[in-house]
Structures are given as C-alpha cells and as structure tokens.
C-alpha cells in the first residue's frame, strides 16, 4: 500500500468589516423607540442567518447604522435586500403598517483598526443626531470615502 499525501484543502479567509446606512422612506420617524431595539435584534438576526453577523446595530427614529462582517459568499445587494425586505415586513406585522425603507442605502468598508471607533459612533446616534441631521450625515460619508453622488438620487 503507497502512503500517498493526502493535500490539503483551500482555505478562503476574510474579515471584511462594513459600515452599512439606510433610512426609513422619506425619513419618516416610524421607529418608535420602545421598537427600536427589538427592530435592532431582528435585523441582527437575519443577518446572522445570512452568515454576515452584526459587530453593531444602532441609529434613531428614521435610520439605522450596521456594523457588520460580511459573508465571503454574498453580494452587498443581497444582503441589504434581505435585511430591509424582512425588518420591513416584520415591522409592518407589528403595527407599522405603512413602514418601509428607502430603496438605497449607504456602505463603507473599514479596516479592524477603525471597528472600535465605529462601534462608539453607532451606539452614540442619538446624541450625534441632535446636532447633525441624516442627510449631512450621509454627504459627509460620501465625501470623506469618496464616493461621487448626484443629490437629486440620493433621496427618496
């Protein structure tokens, strides 16, 4: 009998951190805040079940902010169609029966050395939003990743 070497399989190994953004229809404040941390959860948990697990889940009354891990098997798309169609459908079996998310959404890669720093910023949303409205919050990550936007598509 030959002892053959048996060869090892392939590893595929990532960490790819994403800062994720999307906002309620027309910014509308349709997350009261006794469901906002149960809407934070949910969101949590489609995620995990996609293989992208959250880092951070926060926002106010007509945005959320996830930090996540992003499965090397999934495209951006799909993931952010899967978090928004079913928190969406699963808010509006809660009694927000006019709830629905923008049609796009914001996302920003990030190195593990900026994940502490992000995550501070997710759980501070609601101070932060006291001075600065979503809108400039956005322009300013577009900006500051450089990401050419035209304003008449941003919102909706």
């Not at 953004?21 to 995990?48: C, Q, W």
């Not at 992003?70 to 169609?81: D, P």
């Not at 923008?102 to 502490?116: D, M, P, R, T, W």
């Amino acid at each position: 009998m030959t002892n053959k070497r048996i060869p090892h399989m392939a590893q595929s190994l990532a960490n790819v951190l994403l800062h994720l953004i999307f906002s309620t229809k027309n910014r509308e404040a349709l997350i009261a805040p006794d469901m906002t941390p149960k809407v934070h959860r949910y969101i949590s948990g489609i995620l995990e079940n996609l293989g992208t697990p959250s880092v951070q889940i926060g926002g106010t009354r007509d945005h959320v902010h996830v930090l996540l891990s992003m499965s090397r098997t999934l495209t951006i798309a799909k993931v952010v169609e899967e978090a928004k169609k079913g928190s969406s459908k699963w808010m509006k079996g809660g009694g927000v029966g006019s709830f629905t998310w923008q049609a796009g959404y914001a996302v920003f890669s990030l190195s593990e050395s900026q994940k502490a720093a992000v995550v501070r910023y997710i759980q501070r949303q609601e101070e932060h939003h006291r001075r600065v409205s979503f809108q400039d919050e956005v322009r300013r990550f577009l900006v500051q990743h450089g990401v050419s936007y035209d304003e008449r598509y941003v919102w909706d």
